[in-house]
Antibody, heavy 123, light 109 residues
Framework: QLQLQESGPGLVKPSETLSLTCTVSGGSISSSSYFWGWIRQPPGKGLEWIGS???????YYNPSLKSRVTMSVDTPKNQFSLKLSSVTAADTAFYYC???????????????WGQGTLVTVSS | EIVMTQSPATLSVSPGERATLSCRAS??????LAWYQQKPGQAPRLLIYGASTRATGIPARFSGSGSGTEFTLTISSLQSEDFAVYYC???????????FGQGTKLQIK
């Protein structure tokens, strides 16, 4: 059974960089059929796709966040990561990592999710 | 950007009854639509993909329909565990941009 687990600081100061890691177990991050994504959800609000990364380093980012987002993969550790720079209080949210299915070049749904981690931006 | 609009925002239904949730896309997404269920304190769970295909392990009482811009999630006979928030998500964009609806809260009547 595939499992994903987010890790990282729960509190980040304004203007600093948010850094999260997702560890994948029960399957390989190097599968050709999947990207690996990050989705966030401000408390009590809806879902926002942040970006997705392929194990070979191909990345797709939400245009509204693109200037601040960097995603990468560490295949030996079976992990992928998110960095979001210059954070403000508006970046306070639950951050989820998820497996993003690739339908032959067109990414689709998210079929496995981590439990999520709350990141608060505050001084 | 394709905007997804769900209705109603809140739906009150009695256990055992049918629930019908709607999702509308601002432009056609073909059948590139998924539905998710989210319970309090939990991550979303994939229910439906390709507008009408149930994900692994999802009970048959959940069904999806529609194509183009209009989609429906139907829960045929509500169980207590079905009361949750439901989100639709489109994946028809190029360049890639994956957007979710704002959610429908399904609550007990």
């Amino acid at each position: 059974q595939l499992q994903l687990q987010e890790s990282g600081p729960g509190l980040v100061k304004p203007s600093e960089t948010l850094s999260l890691t997702c560890t994948v177990s029960g399957g390989s991050i190097s599968s050709s059929s999947y990207f690996w994504g990050w989705i966030r959800q401000p408390p009590g609000k809806g879902l926002e796709w942040i970006g997705s990364v392929y194990y070979r380093g191909i990345t797709y980012y939400n245009p509204s966040l693109k200037s601040r987002v960097t995603m990468s993969v560490d295949t030996p550790k079976n992990q992928f990561s998110l960095k979001l720079s210059s954070v403000t209080a508006a970046d306070t949210a639950f951050y989820y990592c998820a497996r993003h299915r690739d339908y032959g070049g067109n990414l689709g749904d998210f079929d496995y999710w981590g439990q999520g981690t709350l990141v608060t931006v505050s001084s | 950007e394709i905007v997804m609009t769900q209705s109603p925002a809140t739906l009150s239904v009695s256990p055992g009854e049918r629930a019908t949730l709607s999702c509308r896309a601002s432009q056609t997404v073909s059948s590139n639509l998924a539905w998710y269920q989210q319970k309090p304190g939990q991550a979303p769970r994939l229910l439906i993909y390709g507008a009408s295909t149930r994900a692994t392990g999802i009970p048959a009482r959940f069904s999806g329909s529609g194509s183009g811009t209009e989609f429906t999630l139907t829960i045929s006979s509500l169980q207590s565990e079905d009361f949750a928030v439901y989100y639709c998500q489109q994946y028809n964009n190029w360049p890639p941009m994956y957007t979710f609806g704002q959610g429908t809260k399904l609550q007990i009547k």
